[in-house]
């Protein structure tokens, strides 16, 4: 059975779309049919149609260019590309002409010679200006394609204003928020706490059935306390306030706190986490807490996109006047794509649908903020922060890669003096 001819047709009138397509159809035509510019470049780019037949006013990019964007492609310079328009003013024909298209077809179409014009086009028949017109119609045609381009740019501008705006108003509302969520909860952790140690140091003076309710309490309260700090700091990052101390920093002692408090969530999951050779790291200039907050941040990641029974490695070398802190793991891998994404706010891999409570479980919750508050943490202190990784497999489980470049700044030169972070 032979191939029937391939007619793109690019009109985002339903109406007309649907007669077209019948009339031509019912002359053994296969007819492809999209409503807008880019959709319909793209469908020429891969079903190579041998004519293309279009209307002049469509959203986006008009017809003409749309016309001039198809001649730009290797494979469309014999193909012919005819205008189907209402528009009958004058200088419209010539203009479609100068801009690229083959013929000038007006609507409504008729349905007994519509056929035979389409296959006359097919046959190499071409309606032509000559040159005194192209060139007077190609110049009004440049000039409208950089009007509509400057307006195009003013209405980016615009946009990028309003969402410059939209950013600035969500940075101040999470600011604002967090804040006075900060001063109930603070009454909140008091009162949790002091629940929490009497349930734990005199357990036989409350019921036996309060003890784990108290627990639960304290747990969430934390857990809260967490989102909102965190909410803070990625704040104060986003709109450049967050304070950095400086002061020396033994990143030994800081590594070795952070061991301490995820150990036992790792035994929890049966993974192994393992400190290589950070005991004798040189003392660097920093922010000991921030610090803390940012390795912490990059570890727990490593936890929580690792399946149970896998190893988290921490080690750490001299790169010049820097500490390269290296986090690995044996989880399932970032995508090549997304793995300059994931230092931004909000942003998380997993799917909210399967959002977890819990920041530790395997593929678990979180605002997607941790990364962006260490990238914000570890470049105030005059660092970087990037990941290693073949891609993403929860089958193979490639595993990823994190550095902390941190510099050692001023801290050779300085006296020991005992301080510690």
Same mark, same amino acid.
């Given at each position: 059975?032979?191939?029937?001819?391939?007619?793109?047709?690019?009109?985002?009138?339903?109406?007309?779309?649907?007669?077209?397509?019948?009339? /031509?159809?019912?002359?053994? %035509?296969?007819?492809?049919?999209?409503?807008?510019?880019?959709?319909?470049?793209?469908?020429?780019?891969?079903?190579?149609?041998?004519?293309?037949?279009?209307?002049?006013?469509?959203? !986006?990019?008009? *017809?003409?260019?749309?016309?001039?964007?198809?001649? !730009?492609?290797?494979?469309? @310079?014999?193909?012919?590309?005819?205008?189907?328009?209402?528009?009958?003013? &004058? +200088?419209?024909?010539?203009?479609?002409?100068?801009? @690229?298209?083959? *013929?000038?077809?007006?609507? &409504?179409?008729?349905?007994?010679?519509?056929?035979?014009?389409?296959?006359?086009?097919?046959? !190499?028949?071409?309606?032509?200006?000559?040159?005194?017109?192209?060139?007077?119609?190609?110049? %009004?045609?440049?000039?409208?394609?950089?009007?509509?381009?400057?307006?195009?740019?003013?209405?980016?501008?615009?946009?990028?204003?309003?969402?410059?705006?939209?950013?600035?108003?969500?940075?101040?509302?999470?600011?604002?928020?967090?804040?006075?969520? $900060?001063? &109930?909860?603070?009454?909140?952790?008091? %009162?949790?706490?002091?629940?929490?140690?009497?349930?734990?140091?005199?357990?036989?003076?409350?019921?036996?059935?309060?003890?784990?309710?108290?627990?639960?309490?304290?747990?969430?309260?934390?857990?809260? *306390?967490?989102?909102?700090?965190?909410?803070?700091?990625?704040?104060?990052?986003? #709109?450049?306030?967050?304070?950095?101390?400086?002061?020396?920093?033994? &990143? @030994?002692?800081?590594?070795?706190?952070?061991?301490?408090?995820?150990?036992?969530?790792?035994?929890?999951?049966? /993974?192994?986490?393992?400190?290589?050779?950070?005991?004798?790291?040189?003392?660097?200039? *920093?922010?000991?807490?921030?610090?803390?907050?940012?390795?912490?941040?990059?570890?727990?990641?490593?936890?929580? %996109?690792?399946?149970?029974? @896998?190893?988290?490695?921490?080690?750490?070398? /001299?790169?010049?006047?820097?500490?390269?802190?290296?986090? #690995?793991?044996?989880?399932?891998?970032?995508?090549?794509?997304?793995?300059?994404?994931?230092?931004?706010?909000?942003?998380?891999?997993?799917?909210?649908?399967?959002?977890?409570?819990?920041?530790?479980?395997?593929?678990?919750?979180?605002?997607?903020? !941790?990364?962006?508050?260490? $990238?914000?943490?570890?470049?105030?202190?005059?660092?970087?922060?990037?990941?290693? #990784?073949?891609?993403?497999?929860?089958?193979?489980?490639?595993? #990823?890669?994190?550095?902390?470049?941190?510099?050692?700044?001023?801290?050779?030169?300085?006296?020991?003096? +005992?301080?510690?972070?």
């Amino acid at each position: 059975m032979p191939e029937k001819t391939r007619v793109l047709y690019i009109e985002d009138d339903i109406g007309s779309q649907r007669l077209v397509q019948r009339v /031509l159809e019912n002359h053994d %035509y296969e007819v492809l049919v999209t409503g807008e510019g880019l959709s319909g470049i793209n469908l020429a780019r891969q079903q190579t149609p041998s004519l293309v037949l279009m209307d002049i006013n469509l959203p !986006g990019l008009n *017809g003409r260019e749309i016309t001039t964007r198809l001649r !730009g492609l290797p494979s469309f @310079g014999n193909v012919p590309i005819v205008a189907l328009t209402a528009n009958t003013s &004058p +200088g419209h024909r010539e203009r479609a002409l100068a801009a @690229g298209c083959d *013929g000038f077809l007006t609507k &409504p179409i008729n349905v007994v010679s519509f056929p035979k014009e389409i296959g006359s086009f097919l046959d !190499g028949y071409r309606e032509r200006l000559d040159n005194e017109e192209r060139l007077t119609h190609l110049e %009004y045609h440049a000039q409208e394609m950089v009007t509509r381009l400057e307006d195009k740019i003013k209405e980016l501008e615009d946009a990028n204003r309003r969402l410059r705006e939209l950013d600035r108003m969500k940075s101040d509302f999470m600011a604002l928020v967090s804040h006075e969520l $900060r001063t &109930p909860l603070t009454l909140l952790e008091g %009162y949790t706490h002091l629940l929490y140690e009497r349930a734990h140091e005199a357990p036989d003076d409350l019921p036996p059935e309060l003890k784990p309710l108290i627990t639960g309490l304290h747990t969430g309260v934390g857990r809260i *306390g967490q989102v909102i700090n965190e909410v803070i700091n990625v704040s104060r990052i986003t #709109s450049g306030t967050l304070q950095l101390s400086s002061g020396p920093v033994r &990143p @030994g002692q800081l590594l070795q706190r952070i061991e301490d408090e995820l150990v036992g969530i790792a035994r929890q999951r049966s /993974l192994q986490l393992y400190f290589v050779d950070t005991e004798e790291l040189p003392m660097i200039e *920093g922010d000991g807490k921030q610090l803390y907050i940012a390795i912490k941040n990059v570890v727990g990641n490593a936890i929580k %996109y690792t399946p149970d029974g @896998g190893t988290i490695t921490v080690t750490a070398r /001299l790169v010049g006047d820097a500490i390269d802190l290296i986090v #690995s793991d044996t989880g399932i891998g970032i995508p090549l794509s997304e793995q300059r994404r994931i230092f931004e706010h909000f942003f998380a891999l997993e799917s909210v649908d399967h959002h977890s409570s819990s920041k530790s479980a395997f593929q678990g919750g979180g605002l997607g903020l !941790g990364l962006a508050i260490t $990238r914000g943490i570890v470049e105030g202190h005059g660092g970087r922060i990037w990941v290693e #990784s073949t891609g993403r497999d929860p089958d193979a489980l490639p595993g #990823s890669t994190f550095h902390l470049l941190l510099p050692l700044r001023q801290a050779r030169n300085r006296a020991e003096d +005992g301080h510690s972070a």
